[in-house]
């Protein structure tokens, strides 16, 4: 019994000693907890805290682009004007210009055809009389009255370019060469010229435009041939890609024509000019023009929304490149 009663106690002893010990434990459990929930805190303001400068610096940056694109806005006001003084003396100009053609096809045309026709008059009735010499004047000046003309009606082709005035349509490039090679026969034939054409595409454009370009362009090359040389002339076209205007909205494409001659060429040094207006490299006496043709032609390939460029070697040929949308 007695054995019974001390193992008794013992067991006894022993669970208390244990119950004690566990709840001796749980506070330094709970200390851990809370030593590793203020350790997690601490992380989570560290963080908190860079956030916060990162937004100081964002919006510390924010406010400087502000500040500066406010004085750009405020440089920009000037510049703006100038341009819209720029734009009204433009449209000014345009008109002035339109004005002019108004006046060229009728008020300069006329006098000058009086001229000629007295000028024929003069020279049917009294051609007999004339020595050499009054022959001579006549002939220079109807001459110089056919020059006038020429100039008068190639300014009027140049001032009525107009792209808002431009009427679109499908262009076959191919039957609009040949019917300009068709109107150049009597030329062709005299200077016995070799005139290859390769495949052209069908674009979208204005065809007066269009036929005036190349008209403009191909005469070029029948007229600056080398002399003594039947002029052979290469016109080709292909589409290209066009990387400035591609998009979802814009046509990724532009049709390239290049008139390429044998010719007498260009010197380099004229080659940045001779688009200008009433820029003539020889002497009437060696070839007819007035000097605005290529003019035109420039004009045209800008309000059609392409361009044109040249390259040349003096007596060698020249290629002109036209780009124009597809």
Request: hydrophobic share 40%; charged share 20%.
């Amino acid at each position: 019994m007695l054995q019974q009663y001390q193992s008794q106690v013992g067991s006894s002893v022993e669970e208390s000693a244990s119950a004690l010990a566990d709840q001796l434990a749980e506070p330094e459990a709970d200390n851990d907890r809370l030593e590793q929930d203020l350790i997690r805190q601490q992380d989570l303001v560290q963080q908190l805290t860079c956030a916060v400068r990162d937004l100081e610096r964002v919006n510390l940056e924010i406010l400087a682009a502000r500040d500066q694109a406010l004085i750009e806005l405020e440089a920009r006001e000037p510049i703006e004007l100038a341009l819209r003084q720029k734009t009204e003396a433009l449209l000014r100009s345009n008109r002035d210009l339109e004005q002019f053609a108004s006046l060229a096809a009728h008020d300069l045309q006329e006098p000058l055809h009086s001229i000629q026709v007295f000028l024929d008059l003069l020279r049917v009735k009294y051609g007999a009389a004339l020595n050499e010499q009054g022959q001579g004047y006549i002939i220079r000046v109807v001459k110089a009255a056919k020059r006038m003309q020429e100039l008068i009606e190639g300014l009027l082709v140049y001032s009525r370019i107009d792209g808002s005035d431009v009427t679109g349509g499908t262009l076959a490039l191919q039957q609009i060469v040949e019917d300009i090679l068709s109107d150049l026969g009597g030329q062709i034939e005299t200077l016995q010229a070799e005139i290859h054409v390769g495949d052209l595409p069908v674009i979208h454009g204005d065809a007066l435009h269009i036929r005036q370009l190349l008209q403009n362009l191909i005469g070029n090359a029948l007229k600056f041939h080398q002399p003594g040389v039947a002029p052979v002339i290469y016109v080709s076209g292909m589409m290209i890609q066009n990387r400035r205007q591609a998009g979802p909205e814009k046509s990724g494409t532009l049709c390239q024509i290049e008139i390429q001659d044998q010719g007498i060429g260009i010197p380099e040094e004229h080659l940045a000019k001779i688009f200008g207006m009433f820029t003539r490299l020889h002497r009437k006496d060696q070839y007819e023009g007035t000097g605005i043709g290529l003019a035109v032609c420039q004009r045209i390939a800008e309000q059609c929304g392409g361009g044109i460029s040249v390259r040349s070697t003096l007596g060698s040929g020249t290629t002109f490149t036209v780009t124009l949308p597809a």
